[in-house]
């Protein structure tokens, strides 16, 4: 199934920031706004980025790459964070490759009980780490020219954050007053999401600059009208494994006005190098699935644009969005 779009974002200049360059975004483009391309569950106490066999996984994973060019996609978001598989320059080279503009991000990630975090963020601040993720944005990751286009950190989903997950919080909300970078974090059920919202308030942040990453967890539709309203980002990722879920989400998205808050995308991939045999899930459900299917419950081409290019170059535009004043 080949989707060509013709409707235009509304918003001008939108500034973009992918493994290559920042850009003015050209409108009309699709975008996959969530998807993964390595992943080393290893943990940050072993990872060890210098055994990545760069030729072994672009063999891998350019196969599965190569085809979303059958589907026109412009942008793909990786997101992947630091010491969970982050490779700006794996990134970089495939992006040369297949002509993708491939966004990566700074932050860490939280969930899992820190497995993930560096054992530097007990003695850091959440300025502290603002500050490393300010200067990833503008110095380079990892001693390169290569730059974060947005935000991505994690918690455990719960009503009250630990010590830890709401300093990454408090790091992304100053990471984003500083830079304008979108705050993507991994969240799950709506429970936690509202303490991440409270702590953005806080900061002066709004919700608008906050994707709700793995909302389709979420069993509760009012959740989705709140979150909406506030103007949080509502992100629907896991199409890459599950379809009809995700339809009800967007049909009642449709039904009750809250379309343009929705992004989708697959969570698919990835190359793991602790596996010897790979098993990639590809990233073209949504358009050999879910397209389709919405089609045929009276999905329109351009509703169909609104998730797929309209509002990932809003939610992925470089802007500092304050919260406004009470």
Request: charged residues 25%; hydrophobic residues 40%; contains cysteine.
């Amino acid at each position: 199934m080949t989707i060509i779009f013709g409707c235009a974002t509304s918003k001008s200049q939108v500034t973009i920031q992918d493994v290559n360059q920042a850009h003015q975004l050209t409108p009309n483009q699709i975008w996959l706004s969530h998807e993964h391309i390595l992943v080393d569950f290893i943990g940050a106490k072993k990872i060890q980025q210098a055994n990545w066999d760069h030729d072994a996984i672009m063999a891998a994973v350019l196969p599965y790459l190569e085809v979303l060019k059958d589907h026109h996609v412009t942008y793909f978001v990786d997101a992947t964070p630091n010491y969970l598989g982050r490779d700006v320059v794996l990134l970089e080279k495939i992006a040369t490759k297949t002509g993708l503009r491939i966004l990566t991000n700074t932050g860490l990630y939280g969930a899992q009980k820190d497995k993930f975090l560096p054992d530097y963020v007990k003695e850091s601040s959440a300025e502290d780490l603002a500050k490393k993720w300010t200067k990833e944005f503008t110095h380079g990751i990892d001693r390169t020219s290569i730059k974060p286009g947005f935000i991505k950190i994690s918690i455990d989903n719960s009503k009250t954050l630990s010590t830890s997950h709401q300093k990454l919080v408090e790091a992304a909300a100053l990471t984003h007053l500083k830079t304008g970078l979108t705050i993507a974090s991994h969240t799950g059920k709506a429970k936690g999401l509202w303490p991440q919202l409270k702590i953005l308030k806080e900061k002066g942040v709004s919700p608008e600059a906050f994707i709700w990453v793995h909302s389709q967890e979420e069993n509760n539709n009012d959740s989705y009208l709140k979150a909406a309203k506030m103007g949080c980002w509502i992100s629907l990722d896991g199409l890459g494994w599950e379809l009809e879920n995700h339809v009800e989400k967007i049909l009642f998205a449709k039904s009750n006005g809250i379309l343009d808050r929705i992004l989708i995308s697959h969570d698919a991939g990835w190359y793991d190098p602790q596996k010897e045999e790979q098993s990639i899930q590809p990233y073209t459900a949504i358009f050999e699935k879910l397209y389709p299917t919405l089609k045929s419950r009276g999905f329109t081409d351009e509703e169909f644009n609104v998730l797929m290019s309209v509002n990932p170059s809003k939610a992925f535009g470089i802007e500092i969005r304050n919260h406004p004043f009470d």
